[in-house]
């Protein structure tokens, strides 16, 4: 499984803008697709994630509100749009996938997903 993210940028506070990452196969309706990211100095954090089929969804409590994680399955992609955007959410995004075993309790850790893309820078001024 290969993932490949984009969409990243720089955006003014306030800003939007949306995360997309490409699935390379199908996977299982159970697979959680997720968003971590990562500013320089600081460890992966969880951002939000959902299962392959829909459903239940995420989020950090520091994006709640303000992110939305969405997929489509035909196209086996998953997006992140982030409106509200501030400098504290400035990072390197990475989107990953797991192997469809990842119960949800587990769900918002790194140790949860197997597989990761190659990230997409976001920046944002004040």
């Known amino acids: 499984v290969q993932l490949q993210a984009c969409g990243g940028g720089w955006v003014q506070a306030e800003g939007s803008l949306r995360l997309s990452c490409a699935v390379s196969?199908?996977?299982?309706?159970?697979?959680?697709m997720g968003w971590f990211r990562q500013a320089p100095g600081k460890e992966r954090e969880f951002v939000a994630t959902?299962?392959?089929?829909?459903?239940?969804?995420s989020y950090a409590d520091s994006v709640k509100g303000r992110f939305t994680i969405s997929r489509d399955g035909s196209k086996n992609t998953v997006y992140l749009l982030m409106n509200s955007l501030k400098p504290e959410d400035t990072a390197v995004y990475y989107c990953?996938?797991?192997?469809?075993?990842?119960?949800?309790?587990?769900?918002?850790?790194?140790?949860?997903?197997?597989?990761w893309g190659q990230g997409t820078q976001v920046t944002v001024s004040s």
């Open positions: 990953a996938a797991d192997s469809g075993t990842t119960i949800w309790s587990e769900a918002n850790k790194t140790t949860g997903y197997g597989y």
């Open positions: 196969k199908h996977t299982s309706s159970r697979t959680l």
């Open positions: 959902m299962r392959r089929s829909g459903g239940d969804t």
